[in-house]
């Protein structure tokens, strides 16, 4: 297992989405918030591929599980703003 240390950031980079904190909170805004009975990685907005990286990467705990974690609980707290 990778043991390096990840920032929120990376995992926007790591899904091929801007890094720019300006343009994550526009992300989480525009997203946010997600219902309840949807899982992160079957929410609409993710491709293929991003779903499949944010499914891995629960599924293994992988070293991005708890930026995956994070990633769900922002997505699922109400638009302030």
Aim: aromatic letters at 10%; a negative charge.
């Amino acid at each position: 297992m990778d043991s390096s240390i990840h920032r929120f950031t990376d995992l926007f980079a790591q899904l091929g989405l801007p890094t720019d904190n300006a343009e994550i909170e526009q992300f989480l805004r525009q997203h946010s918030p997600l219902a309840d009975d949807i899982t992160l990685p079957n929410a609409p907005f993710w491709t293929t591929a991003q779903a499949a990286f944010l499914r891995d990467g629960w599924r293994e705990d992988a070293d991005w599980a708890e930026l995956v974690d994070q990633l769900n609980l922002a997505l699922r707290a109400p638009v302030l703003g």
